[in-house]
């Protein structure tokens, strides 16, 4: 690996560390204020998806502007930068939330926290590669 790449994955996980905890307050507030959900309580697939959606939304706003300018330094129309941050979005998300949905479905012992986690998780690393070969590469 070279320098640059170890620059910006930790770069990227900075942001991501910040990212994570905006997007995973804005699921808790959201499954505990507004839906209810109790620890260790299996949620309704309403509950986990809309939470989940609403968490991903802040965080891809919040991502997109902090990693385009500081992790990747990215020069390259905003525009351009940002059809394609959500294309690599898209990519990950959607797996990511079907990976959530199911574990909350089908994985006993699961709280429907845990399951966000374990999404958010494999979304982050997944997003990591997608950002750095194709919303900014180069």
Known sequence: MNHKFIVQAFKYGIVGVLNTLLT???????????????????????AVSVSNIAGYIAGLLNSFVW???????????????FLKFIAAFLICYIPQLLLVMWLNSYAE???????QWIGIV????????????YTFKG
């Open 67 to 81: 990693n385009r300018q500081w992790t990747f330094q990215s020069k390259k129309s905003w525009k351009i930068d």
């Open 122 to 133: 494999f979304y982050t690393a997944l997003n990591f590669l997608c950002n750095k070969y």
């Open 109 to 115: 012992g699961l709280s429907a926290y845990t399951c």
């Open 24 to 46: 995973a307050v804005i699921i808790w507030l959201l499954m505990h204020f507004v839906f209810h959900v109790r620890a260790g309580q299996v949620a309704s697939s309403v």
